[in-house]
């Protein structure tokens, strides 16, 4: 494992502090149905546009929906969402860059410019494009941006890659006949490690906006599941009769977690360095 | 008797360039060959022919008689991992960063041995204490090491597939000088122990002298002088092999009066 030494300065610190914040809002997902104080679904029509109270801690939606409890069993689809299209990106786009920089010649040939022309397409242009071709939904929306994310984490560890596989113990594992395979799986993923992860937490921040502008644009994940992505959109009509909670702090979410999301990125990027 | 590594004309050209031209030269069993010349003269090329790392243009490769051909499996490649081994310059790349010393050592003795876990990690101990490494050290990555310790991992893990044929690429040129000392007196050591065959391909005439019988000197590509090291670095035939000893600081060797003589170094 590369040492992670504990970090002391400011910009480590906030470091840290993104850290909590990411893994406290996925384990406030993990406990919805605990810690969510009514049933996200249940509609009171009478109960519409209510403010701060203790019942409802902040607020109901225009269908008198608690604004708290939506928020929390939001966070499993806004969180996992992103998640699941990173981790099939990173799963992806790292074989792909992994087997054209070791095999080379004709191969990383053809994967590179494959690779150039998925990067034309704007990702959300993309996941619209298949989500008209298969229908919406979550699955759907994420695989789409997961493909359109390839692109981004090959190029990067493509040419990590080619870096690392010209040091002297890649050859000497050669001349020891250790097997193509086996090198890049047991030397050369590992040692490109930390970069993929610094890479992957990037890429969640963007998976995480283009995921809630799916959503907001009708083609993610389907009302009346409780999303942020979902809400921001659904609050719409309210904020123009004076009620812009269930936008707002649905929104201020994801700003939240995004900026979260790039810190640790970049931190993770400065110590593994 | 067959010399256990020969090579024949052997020929290499990168496009239009020509990094080795001809070179030749018979390395006997339990014999010690270094190759001389310096940066840019075909010396790593050759080594990475040797290897197999890379398939001469020209001229052949017998390693105990029999051509050596490209090793396109994985099997092959193993089999001639058993022949010829190597060492290379830099300790600090030469390792993987990740891997403990003793996962370094098993991994090379898996791929080639049938061996149950107990019988490899007897082996590795035995291949720690023939370079001189404690149990510690085993244990740790290469980045608690220094160069010349790192530079003992690298010999161990290139003995540990029992190749009869070691290739050293200038492996204590990035030593300190007592460390390279001690370097050379293992590798003389493991020499007399194991029979094993070296190349020592180096820019240095005081390490070739110290631990090579043969020696070759190679000049833009091809070899223009060989035999016993002694002779060739005693009495020169070659201008080239002249200025290459000449340019070796000796004693009374004073710096100020070289740069006045020679003009601007």
């Known amino acids: ?273 | 008797m067959t010399p256990i590594l020969e090579a024949q004309g052997l020929r290499k050209t990168f496009g239009g360039n020509v990094a080795v031209a001809d070179v030749s030269f018979a390395l006997a069993r339990g014999g010690s060959l270094g190759i001389v010349g310096e940066s840019g003269s075909g010396k790593t090329t050759t080594a990475r022919m040797l290897v197999g790392l890379e398939v001469p243009t020209q001229g052949r490769i017998l390693f105990d008689g029999e051509p050596l051909e490209r090793a396109r499996s994985t099997a092959r490649r193993r089999e001639r991992a058993r022949g010829i081994q190597m060492v290379f310059q830099d300790p600090y790349s030469s390792l993987d960063r990740r891997q403990t010393i003793a996962s370094c050592l098993d991994e090379v003795l898996r791929v080639h041995f049938p061996m149950s876990a107990e019988q490899r990690a007897a082996r590795v101990s035995e291949l720690a204490d023939l370079v001189g490494l404690d149990d510690r050290m085993l244990r740790g990555r290469p980045g608690a090491l220094s160069g010349g310790q790192r530079q003992r991992v690298a010999i161990a893990r290139a003995l540990a597939a029992e190749p009869e044929v070691l290739i050293l690429d200038e492996a204590v040129a990035a030593l300190d000088v007592s460390i390279q000392a001690q370097v050379l007196n293992l590798l003389a050591d493991i020499r007399e122990r194991t029979s094993i065959s070296y190349i020592l391909i180096s820019h240095d005439l005081a390490v070739v002298r110290q631990i090579t019988e043969e020696a070759v000197v190679m000049y833009q590509g091809a070899v223009v002088e060989s035999g016993p090291t002694a002779k060739i670095l005693d009495e020169p035939q070659h201008e080239y092999t002249r200025r290459l000893r000449a340019s070796v600081p000796g004693p009374g060797w004073v710096p100020g009066k070289a740069l006045a003589s020679g003009g601007a170094a």
Do not use: K
Request: hydrophobic fraction near 55%.
């Open chain 1, 1 to 273: 494992m590369t040492a992670i030494a504990l970090p002391r300065t400011a910009a480590g610190r906030t470091g840290i502090v993104a850290l909590g914040v990411v893994l406290l809002l996925a384990l406030v997902g993990l406990l919805a149905p605990w810690l969510a104080p009514h049933d996200p679904n249940e509609i009171n029509l009478m109960d519409a546009f209510q403010g701060n109270s203790a019942t409802h801690p902040l607020g109901t939606d225009a269908s008198g929906r608690d604004l708290l409890s939506r928020l929390i069993w939001g966070a499993r689809s806004s969180l996992a969402g992103p998640l699941l299209v990173v981790v099939l990106a990173t799963v992806l786009g790292v074989a792909i860059a992994v087997a054209s920089a070791w095999r080379g010649g004709w191969l990383d040939a053809v994967v590179s410019r494959c690779v150039d022309v998925l990067f034309a397409f704007p990702g959300v242009l993309l996941a619209i494009l298949v989500v008209a071709l298969f229908g919406a939904g979550l699955t759907v929306a994420v695989v789409a941006l997961a493909i359109s994310y390839v692109p981004y984490i090959a190029r990067l560890v493509r040419s990590a890659a080619l870096r690392e596989q010209a040091q002297p113990y890649i050859t000497a594992l050669t001349i020891q006949g250790v097997g193509g395979f086996a090198i890049c799986r047991r030397h050369l993923i590992p040692n490109l490690l930390p970069l993929i992860l610094a890479q992957s937490t990037l890429t969640f921040g963007y998976a995480m906006v283009d995921l809630a502008a799916i959503s907001f644009l009708g083609l993610g994940v389907q009302p009346p599941t409780a999303d942020w992505g979902v809400m921001v959109s659904s609050g719409q009509p309210s904020i123009l009769q004076g009620f812009p909670q269930e936008s707002l702090y649905a929104g201020a979410l994801i700003v939240v977690v995004v900026a979260a999301f790039n810190l640790l990125g970049d931190r993770l990027d400065e110590w593994t360095r």
